[in-house]
């Protein structure tokens, strides 16, 4: 018993081996010539077995199965109970003391006998902390080397000495699984942290390309109307009723842009869109840039698409159309919405003296957008016969 306890101190608590009682278990089993020696402990009503001869493939302190105790007096049958002597942990499948299994053992005293594996007998005794069942040692012996009264008088020495070391076994046990799950929810924690910042980052992309694509063609016409102002006043051709005109359009145009940069800094659809659908609402917008004409056909008039689409549609028309008034100023725009057996697909063309598309930043938000709901976007221009952009979402 000395030696069992001197053998518990010695064993590491930190590391690939801590907590592990297999050695201890080999130990009690070369020093009595025993067959198998099991260590079970239960740590929060689940049982941690340390089993020697290691069961091949089970690392050292896991939970080991088989050997010589399957199916023989250890073996709780189908509800996995196994008693340890007179008292059973969870009873057995015949609601009696122990469980034999499929030998069929029986308890008796304080041992329970039985056949192992190995044809030898086989005995249990429960391991008490502080009043308390908080394991068991179990045996199988060889055939040729029964249990003796001595054997028998060892080993129950051997389990009342192992109270405290099973109990500070379980101590461990539960101090790594509560280490673990500290592990775990620090990871999940960091693990929503990273998601919750690639969200808002993706959120404010979101309103960057919004306030972008629907703000810009507002603020270009508001420029551009504010330039025409400009140069007739210095032209001397606006007259009092018309200066009065002009200025009462920019206000309006002014207006119109601060709420749609406030309803889009709010992350609100613009209403039309939201309530008569894609067509009504770029039909509203492109009032905003003279020289626009849009054409839609019936198909596309006499229907609804998902909110995702058609908001990436709407704000990629409105982006090529700025672009468009920017690059090839004084041109006509022309915006086409049809179906195809693609999908629904838009056009933007202008009639200007073209322009370079290498390295054309500008293309990159429109084809984002569009690529977020599986559409694609393709550009062709042409000195002196203008600019066509076209574009497809698959529905």
């Known amino acids: 018993m000395a030696q069992v306890l001197r053998r518990a101190v010695e064993l590491p608590v930190t590391g690939p081996r801590g907590g592990d009682l297999t050695p201890l278990a080999e130990l009690i089993g070369r020093r009595l010539d025993l067959a198998a020696v099991r260590l079970r402990m239960f740590v929060d009503g689940r049982p941690v077995d340390h089993t020697w001869p290691a069961v091949r493939g089970t690392p050292g302190g896991g939970a080991a199965a088989g050997g010589v105790f399957d199916g023989g007096a250890f073996d709780g049958g189908a509800s996995g109970d196994v008693a340890f002597g007179d008292v059973a942990f969870g009873g057995g499948s015949d609601g009696g003391a122990f469980d034999g299994g499929a030998s069929g ?3 008796f005293g304080d041992v329970a006998f039985g056949g192992g594996s190995d044809g030898g ?20 012996t060889r055939a040729e080397h029964p249990i ?7 080993l129950g020495d051997v389990a009342g000495a192992l109270g405290a070391v099973l109990a500070a076994a379980a101590a461990q046990e539960r101090r790594h699984a509560a280490a673990d799950a500290c592990w775990q929810a620090t990871a999940r924690i960091a693990d929503a942290r990273t998601r919750a910042a690639a969200d808002m980052e993706s959120e404010r992309h979101a309103l960057e390309r919004d306030l972008h694509d ?3 063609l507002h603020l270009v016409s508001l420029q551009m109307a504010a330039a025409v102002v400009e140069h007739r006043l210095a032209a001397g051709e606006l007259p009092g009723p018309e200066l009065h005109e002009a ?16 309803e889009t800094a709010a992350g609100i659809t613009p209403p039309l869109l939201r309530t008569a659908g894609l067509e009504p609402a770029l039909a509203a917008a492109l009032r905003e840039a003279p020289g626009t004409a849009l054409e839609a056909g019936r198909d596309v008039r006499s229907r609804r698409y998902p909110p995702p689409v058609e908001s990436a549609v709407y704000f990629a028309c409105l982006e090529a159309v700025s672009n468009a008034r920017k690059h090839a100023p004084g041109a006509s725009v022309r915006v086409r919405l049809h179906s195809t057996y693609q999908g629904l697909a838009f056009t933007v063309e202008d009639d200007g003296p073209g322009m370079e598309l290498s390295g054309a930043v500008w293309l990159r938000g429109p ?13 062709t221009s042409t000195p002196d016969a203008g600019t066509r952009i076209c574009a497809v979402v698959p529905f």
């Open 105 to 107: 053992d029986v308890a």
């Open 121 to 140: 007998p086989a005995a249990a005794w429960a391991v008490v902390y502080r009043g308390e069942e908080i394991g068991g040692l179990l045996v199988s």
């Open 148 to 154: 003796t009264s001595r054997t028998h008088r060892a």
């Open 214 to 216: 629907g703000a810009q």
């Open 247 to 262: 200025l009462a359009d920019l206000g309006a145009r002014l207006e119109r842009g601060h709420t749609l940069l406030v």
């Open 367 to 379: 084809r984002d957008r569009l690529a977020s709901v599986g559409g694609t976007l393709s550009v």
